[in-house]
């Protein structure tokens, strides 16, 4: 071991001796840290407290549960009072591994408790977000975050959120969750578009589609287009304002038509824009005699 080493005199400076091969007794610290450690663990022992436990397939239940509601490996651990590197160690070594006995007894102790806010909610809340309009940068500078901190949460690449950025996020997201991105100019009506036709392709929903954004087991109401028969408002205003490239059913461009006709704006720009037959989906003779 590097003469170096921080661990000289302690029992972990002893074992690391062994795994190098080398003799512990040529290390009078480290030896006498050794001959402590197993006196004081003799005595555990005699008292009937015992300095190690195992962990149980109850405990390991308490922490998937505690996950499955959506709190973060951050959240949990600091719920039952150690720190995330001892959760991890725990989590990935499974049923039997072996703690010190007042880490046993945190997580004996522990009933979970989902947190207010989880990290689905927060992962919502930035979803619904985007589904607006907003994008990362634009988020970032109202929130006071790292713009790559939004970036990971939205690709999944981030599930830990730590107290000051779940705030900052649920705080911003009470301010804008009702107010469109700012399109003021070309670029950001161009950027505003096209992050909400990426939000709607990979599935992300408004927030207003929740009951209980934090909840885990909740799923979207209201929204997007379940039968061929319905009618996606917002796809037919978009397509109406000029956001021509959307994707529309057969109800939806029936409905695009007939909205086209109150404008009183040429068909022509519409079929060149979306480039559909019009004749197929609007019949004016049809709608007089309908009057």
């Not at 969750?177 to 578009?193: D, I, L, N, Y």
């Not at 599935?203 to 319905?230: L, Q």
């Not at 720009?269 to 197929?280: H, N, P, Q, V």
Request: hydrophobic letters at 35%; a positive charge.
């Amino acid at each position: 071991m590097n003469p170096d080493d921080p661990r000289h005199g302690t029992y972990a400076g002893a074992c690391q001796h062994q795994r190098d091969g080398e003799r512990v007794e040529d290390c009078p610290p480290c030896l006498n840290a050794r001959r402590v450690y197993h006196r004081r663990r003799g005595k555990l022992r005699t008292m009937g407290r015992p300095g190690y436990l195992e962990v149980t397939a109850a405990h390991l239940a308490k922490i998937t549960s505690a996950r499955a509601s959506g709190m973060s490996a951050q959240q949990v651990a600091d719920a039952i009072g150690f720190d995330l590197t001892a959760l991890l160690r725990i989590t990935n070594a499974g049923e039997g591994y072996r703690v010190r006995a007042a880490t046993w007894q945190l997580l004996d102790q522990w009933r979970p408790q989902p947190p207010a806010v989880t990290g689905v909610g927060v992962l919502r809340r930035l979803q619904a977000l985007t589904w607006m309009g907003w994008s990362a940068g634009q988020l970032s500078a109202r929130f006071g975050i790292h713009e790559q901190t939004i970036t990971e949460g939205l690709n999944l690449s981030r599930t830990i959120w730590h107290e000051h950025t779940t705030t900052r996020i649920v705080d911003g997201y009470s301010r804008l969750w009702q107010t469109p991105p700012p399109t003021g100019t070309s670029r950001e009506k161009a950027a505003a578009t096209r992050l909400r036709r990426v939000a709607r392709e990979r599935g992300y929903v408004p927030g207003a589609a929740w009951d209980n954004i934090d909840d885990a087991s909740e799923t979207p109401k209201g929204t997007g287009v379940e039968h061929r028969g319905d009618v996606d408002e917002v796809k037919v205003a978009r397509i109406v304002d000029g956001d021509f490239h959307l994707p529309a059913t057969t109800a939806e461009r029936r409905e695009v038509c007939a909205r086209w006709a109150t404008t009183g704006r040429p068909f022509a720009e519409l079929a060149r824009g979306t480039g559909w037959k019009i004749e197929r989906y609007f019949r004016p003779e049809l709608t007089e005699g309908a009057a």
